[in-house]
T-cell receptor
Framework: GNSVTQMEGPVTLSEEAFLTINCTYT??????LFWYVQYPGEGLQLLLK?????DKGSNKGFEATYRKETTSFHLEKGSVQVSDSAVYFC???????????????FGQGTRLTINP | EPEVTQTPSHQVTQMGQEVILRCVPI?????FYWYRQILGQKVEFLVS????????KSEIFDDQFSVERPDGSNFTLKIRSTKLEDSAMYFC???????????FGPGTRLLVL
């Protein structure tokens, strides 16, 4: 079946540190891959996505590259800010082989705290 | 920018009571979803809906749950007889016909006492 595994949290970093949050997946075919972010007390917001192998998604200084060979989609940011403190979810959507809704499969989430 | 809205933002109910959670998806979207997140845990899929019928449902989505799109705009999740373990944040999501991205609402926090 389809599944997503994220690195265990919580992660605590100092401002301007380099961030990596690991995400690996198991899926049949070529799923679409997403990172969603959940700020304290809020809902899920799409951070970035990639729909095919070697694609790089990027937004707000965050990047993730779709690696088919390692089935990974690690999230990176070169210099984090206090405002990046949130929970980050990696997710996949299976390939759209048929007409119909396709659910997202989420990882367990990684809580990130950035200290000033 | 269009967004998914959900009401109420919070609901407290007694065990055994019925609750209806409401969602207004983004206009012209065709695919609709409900997910839930028990406090501190991962986001779990409940049900997907397309063309006025359920596309897929999870094991969580038992006979106590139902979904409806009564008027072409609202998308509702009903829990007929709530249990303590139904306490969670419930998220609605919608997706366009191109199925590129699911957009989530802010969630309804349900507390069953």
């Amino acid at each position: 079946g389809n599944s997503v595994t994220q690195m265990e949290g919580p992660v605590t970093l100092s401002e301007e540190a380099f961030l990596t949050i690991n995400c690996t997946y198991t899926a049949t075919g070529y799923p679409s891959l997403f990172w969603y972010v959940q700020y304290p007390g809020e809902g899920l917001q799409l951070l970035l996505k990639a729909t095919k192998a070697d694609d790089k998604g990027s937004n707000k200084g965050f990047e993730a590259t779709y690696r088919k060979e390692t089935t990974s989609f690690h999230l990176e940011k070169g210099s984090v800010q206090v405002s990046d403190s949130a929970v980050y979810f990696c997710a996949l959507q299976p390939p759209l082989f048929f007409q119909g809704a396709q659910k997202l499969v989420f990882g367990q989430g990684t809580r990130l705290t950035i200290n000033p | 920018e269009p967004e998914v809205t959900q009401t109420p933002s919070h609901q407290v109910t007694q065990m055994g009571q019925e609750v209806i959670l409401r969602c207004v998806p983004i206009s012209n979207h065709l695919y609709f979803y409900w997910y839930r997140q028990i406090l501190g845990q991962k986001v779990e899929f409940l049900v997907s809906f397309y063309n006025n019928e359920i596309s897929e449902k999870s094991e969580i989505f038992d006979d106590q749950f139902s979904v409806e799109r009564p008027d072409g705009s609202n998308f509702t999740l009903k829990i007929r007889s709530t249990k303590l373990e139904d306490s969670a944040m419930y998220f609605c999501a919608s997706e366009s016909r191109y199925q590129e991205t699911q957009y989530f609402g802010p969630g309804t926090r349900l507390l069953v006492l």
